[in-house]
């Protein structure tokens, strides 16, 4: 009777021990669009993402060349990546409402993103981060671009554009519309409407006159966009201006920041312009 026992706890331990790789991670968001290569890495596995997929935590968003992603996350916040960026989400928590657990923090391996933040940051703004080799970026709540460029960036003559961190803070969104910008230089307070620039993880950021090319070029839909919709985004029967300006404006052409596949996505080209984009 022993050794029968023994034995079924032993096959019921192997069970278990097979079944939990298998458990299915949580799920922190959705998929609102994509266009052209989009993806994420999740496990050791490449797995398409198309518009509806869930986005789970620990997950790494991909686009590749002439593509576009956008993800809106639990806590209402929504990611838009460019062309050639990977964004990995180290930790994400969120239990429906700020309790002091939640924690959103991502780390910008390549490329550039715009965001517009979420309920997460908004009561304690060091519950929120996006690592970069350069700097960190903290919130106050606001909406912002960044770009990390690692000799792949070009300026619009054409020459290399230096290396680093680059990014504006475009606002409005809730909170104070301030960005904080963290590393061996210390912590620099970046407002709505500036543009900056951080050269390496010991330099303090620099304030540039207008948005680099590279942070706001044009940036053509490959193929076919799956086009987020306003039943899909819990805005039953509005308009696509509307859902437009639930996804942050991002683009500012239609509802996925393309407005016809074929045609080029832009971000305003003026501080002036840039500064009256808002949610």
Not at 238 to 260: D, K, N, P
Request: charged share 20%; glycine share 14%.
């Amino acid at each position: 009777m022993r050794n029968r026992l023994g034995i079924w706890a032993f096959a019921l331990g192997g069970a278990c021990a097979l079944a939990a790789p298998l458990a299915r991670a949580e799920i922190v968001g959705l998929v609102l669009m994509t266009a052209g290569e989009t993806s994420a890495l999740r496990d050791g596995r490449v797995v398409p993402l198309k518009f509806g997929a869930s986005i789970e935590g620990r997950d790494t968003l991909q686009t590749g060349p002439r593509s576009n992603l956008q993800v809106r996350l639990s806590d209402e916040s929504i990611l838009s990546l460019r062309e050639q960026t990977q964004l990995r989400i180290e930790d994400y928590k969120y239990a429906g409402k700020p309790d002091g657990s939640e924690s959103a923090i991502f780390q910008l391996v390549k490329g550039a993103f715009r965001t517009v933040t979420g309920l997460i940051g908004r009561a304690d703004n060091s519950r929120y981060a996006v690592r970069t080799p350069s700097a960190t970026i903290g919130i106050r709540g606001t909406m912002y671009a960044a770009g990390v460029c690692d000799k792949n960036c070009f300026n619009a003559d054409g020459s290399a554009a230096p290396d680093g961190l680059y990014g504006m803070v475009i606002g409005q969104s809730h909170g104070t519309n301030k960005l904080a910008l963290t590393n061996k230089a210390g912590e620099t307070i970046v407002r709505q409407g500036q543009v900056f620039f951080v050269a390496s993880d010991s330099a303090a950021p620099e304030l540039l006159l207008e948005p680099p090319a590279h942070l706001i070029d044009k940036l053509a839909g490959a193929g076919k966009a799956d086009r987020p919709t306003a039943a899909a985004m819990g805005l039953p029967g509005a308009s696509e201006g509307t859902v437009s300006g639930a996804l942050g404006g991002l683009g500012g052409l239609g509802a996925g920041g393309i407005a016809a596949d074929s045609r080029a996505n832009t971000l305003p080209t003026s501080l002036e312009q840039v500064a009256l984009v808002s949610t």
